[in-house]
């Protein structure tokens, strides 16, 4: 299996305070893995360094190719689809503009007219709606809105920041259900950051626990969701 | 009533220019948050260059392309060498900036061209409109000219992606970057599309208030008032301050008495007041809810 993903020594900084202090993992093609840890452990900001939106030290290697000093523009246009924590709508615009929008720097308008299409299949309540202002979308449609928007991308990597977030159990069941088809069907590597570790852990193969910026656990996810001591430990259930 | 219609439609001139002032207020505003005190000023000079090609035998409309694209190029520059450097500082330090520029452009017109008032010539001359003595062909080329640049910018921010892109950029910045969207160059790109739109509001005021170096502080307060009726966040509410505005600026001047010419400036200033304390978000905008 190749590496997609490889970062080493990841250090980040808001201003004069340290985030991360010295983040390694790494993310193989094809897998879904999450990023878990409590609140303020650094998850969020780990996604944010990887876009370059945060300050930060360390190696960030995609497909063998350095993101380092790239800015985050063209760091989407490396294949790296990133649906931020607030799902980052565009709330005045229309549902069909925001899949525009998330395909803006591709040039197939064939390809991008049938995506939308390919997305109002996955998501046919954003079919309904595909006139109307985004912002008046439930949260747990707009997720999906925000899901599909990355999806226009065509990405090679999804970075997922929270994606259950306020959302009601039963819509992130459903929400996980369709991020596990994707990553099976349409082959893209995902990395999830996740507070609910549970449902993060069912759908993951591969799993890091993060405390205060550093990584304290890694491994297969169904291993980690089976060991009580770091479920207790870390993961709070 | 005669004279209520040619009041009317006087206003509805006038208007077309203040609702251009507006637009490329409220594009910049977008933008960067800031207004763009200095935007009568670029107008100015715009139009004067558009001058000083006409004096040296270029065409009118020659004259007024090659000026757009001037306006345009300039804007962009503008906005490289002064205002991003200033993204990320205080109000203030941008009002400065916004001032400086104002005195820099105004002085060195002065310096150029002089101050004293200069004829400036309309394409469409200043015959009654189809036969009517209401409104002259001038003030009907300004209504249409603008018309067609609002029709033209409608297109061009809903149909094509470059619109789409700047919208997003002006909308949710951290959204537009992570979609791929170069937001410095969408801001650069405003700024010199913004100053293409003042430099047309400029060159269509010209024949009617005479070219000099002040020609638009009136014009730009009055722009000022449009934008923030309409809804500081709102192109369209612009379009409509504007003319609502010319319009109100010609009636109040005919039928309250003691307004006149004199304080018609005074009554821009009032309503600008007026709308801040009873609708801030003006009659199209939206509110900002910030989350703290």
Known sequence: ?237 | MELFTNQVLAGIATGAIYACMALAVVMIYQAIDHLNFAQGEMAMFSTFISWQLMQWGVPYWAAFVITLAFSFVAGIAIERILFKPLAKAPILTNVAGFIALFAIINSSAGLIWDFTIKQYPTPFGSAPFLGSQLISTHQAGMVGVTVLLLLGLYFFFQYTRIGLAMRAAASVPESARLVGINTSWMIALGWGMATAIGSIAGMLIAPVVFLEPNMMGGVLIYGFAAAVLGGLTSPFGAVVGGFLVGIFENLAGTYIPGVGNELKLPIALALIISVLVVKPAGLFGRHIVKRV
């Open chain 1, 1 to 237: 299996m190749t590496t997609l993903l490889n970062v080493k020594d990841l250090r980040a900084y808001y201003g004069q305070v340290q985030a991360l202090h010295g983040l390694s993992f790494s993310l193989n093609e094809g897998s879904l893995t999450t990023l878990l840890g409590a609140n303020g452990a650094g998850k969020t900001t780990t996604l944010r360094a990887i876009c370059n939106m945060v300050r930060s030290t360390g190696a960030i290697e995609f497909d063998g190719k350095p993101l380092n000093n790239r800015s985050t523009e063209n760091i989407v246009r490396f294949g790296i689809a990133h649906v931020p924590q607030g799902r980052g709508t565009f709330t005045t615009m229309t549902v069909e503009e925001n899949l525009q929008l998330g395909a803006i720097t591709r040039k197939d308008s064939a390809g991008i007219v049938s995506d939308i299409e390919r997305m109002y299949a996955h998501f046919p309540v954003l079919k309904q709606r595909h006139t109307q202002q985004a912002g008046t979308l439930s949260g747990g449609e707009q997720q999906m809105l925000a899901v599909a928007r990355a999806l226009m991308l065509r990405p090679r990597l999804m970075l997922l920041d929270e994606p259950s977030f306020g959302l009601a159990p039963l819509v992130v069941r459903d929400l996980f259900g369709i991020l596990g088809k994707i990553n099976r069907e349409d082959k893209v590597s995902i990395l999830v950051v996740e507070q609910n570790a549970q449902l993060a852990l069912e759908l993951a193969d591969q799993a890091y626990v993060i405390e205060t910026g550093r990584i304290v656990m890694s491994g297969n996810a169904k291993d980690i969701a089976n060991n009580e001591e770091i479920r207790k430990s870390y993961l709070g259930y």
